[in-house]
């Protein structure tokens, strides 16, 4: 195995790299020994979907460790198929971090659905990103993947995974699966939550001590009333077993960036089992479905992107989120859409190639909030999903000009969580774990040369 502390700093062919040094370093200060915490001080457990974006980077410096990093949180699956959005470490002190193990109480209140009792979990979910993550660490370095068999090892995982939320999340009936509160989105405090949100009653502020506001301005963080719908919503799914049958699920919609993700999660799952000799048929098959729902249920035409779905008065939420643009990831999304998007990226909306990385709400939004947590600030794993929607559909330049300005923005604030998006600011935590990988997959894709293999026509002028 490549050691991390030799192949960071690396040269590459045009000579030393500092900021690969520099990123390489971050996960190196961020690795537990098993795992990689998003951030020392503001996010000191392992998180679901962090950890599949920094398996992506630490793959071009150790596919071992990429490897390890999502075995470790496959290890926390529940036996429903759950993939639970924090793996909570033992070590890091109670109140360092706010909901914590002793608020979530997996190991008794999951019982039911087959929570871990070695250890302690979250009891909701984060996009399901990680076969997609499994399949690009497969590819760095095959020979050490079979070696170790690695996908024998976690295919089972990730198709207990999908199944989970085909059998247990499909709370609209159509075929999508449905989020239960607004952190399983991966975009806690997006504006596209706001009307969802406005109709829970929230927890007493007396009831739960805030840990984030140690850590990070006030401005920047969600409000107190919102954090207290989000703890209402979890206590009262912990307090049903966190079972999806007997929870009465006040906020549950559809979101077109968690489906995207799956269902490109599903096609690199038919990757994989192709790889092992079995059947990719059903995998393929799934994820034409989830692609042909999206399409179907979550397509706003009027306003040219996917649109969130309330799923309490099932009715969709008419607003420009960055997770609307996320389908461009989807192999085979149908043209129209793709370039309807592309429009929309481009327009008055996300001004994509204009403003720093890809706004993660609508600039023109009264919602909009250029600091705030998921309310405008841009975000470098949903603006590297983005990078990677248009290189698969052909808009190379664009994807060009986006890599080099979140490398730029990577540099400038050192590996900030999110940036402002008119500025560049740095703000949230620095050091980020999936910062600094995604940085390191962007780089490496500037050393290999070329491109995915487009999905399309080049972007139209």
Known sequence: MTDLL???????????????????????????GSSTVPSRSLYPHQWSWDSAFVAIGLRHLSPRRAQ?????????????????????????P???YFPGADFWRSSTAGRSGGAPTGWETSGIVQPPVHALAAWLVHEADPAESRRRGFLERVHPRLEAWHRYLA?????????????????????????????LLARIIPAPQGSFRRADLRHARAADRPTDLDYG?????????????????????????????????????????????????????????????????????LWDADRGIFAARDLVDDRPVPVYGVSGLVPLTVPGLPRRHVDALLATARGEHF????????????????????????RGPGWFN????????LRSVGALDRAARLRAGMLADAADTGFAEYVHP??????????????????????????????????????PR
């Open 422 to 459: 008119w500025t560049g600011e740095g703000l949230g935590a620095r050091d980020f774990g999936w910062t600094a990988a995604l940085a390191l997959d962007l780089l490496a894709q500037g050393e290999q040369g070329g491109a995915d293999r487009p999905g399309g026509a080049e972007e």
């Open 68 to 92: 390890q990093e999502l075995e470790a949180l496959l290890a926390s699956q529940w036996g429903d198929g759950r993939v639970p959005h924090i793996v909570f470490n033992p070590a890091v």
């Open 167 to 195: 059998d247990h999340r499909d709370l609209g009936g159509r075929g999508l699966a449905a989020i239960v509160h607004p952190w399983e989105a991966g975009l806690d405090n997006s504006p596209v939550w706001d009307g």
């Open 6 to 32: 030799e192949a960071g700093p690396r040269a590459d062919r045009n000579g030393p790299c500092p900021l690969r040094g520099a990123a390489a370093r971050v996960l190196l200060r961020n690795w537990t």
């Open 94 to 96: 109670a109140h360092a």
């Open 382 to 389: 949903t603006s590297w999903l983005i990078h990677r929607g």
């Open 351 to 374: 001004r994509l190639g204009e403003v720093h990385m890809v706004p993660s709400y609508d600039l023109t939004g009264p919602e909009f909030d250029a600091d705030r947590y998921w």
């Open 229 to 297: 719908r989000y703890v209402r919503l979890a206590a009262e799914y912990r307090d049903h077993g966190f079972d999806d049958t007997r929870a009465p699920h006040p906020f549950r919609a559809e979101d077109p960036g968690f489906n995207a993700l799956l269902a490109a999660s599903e096609y690199a799952l038919a990757d994989i089992a192709r790889v092992l000799g079995a059947d990719p048929g059903p995998a393929a098959a799934r994820a034409g479905r989830v692609t042909r729902v999206l399409t179907e249920r």
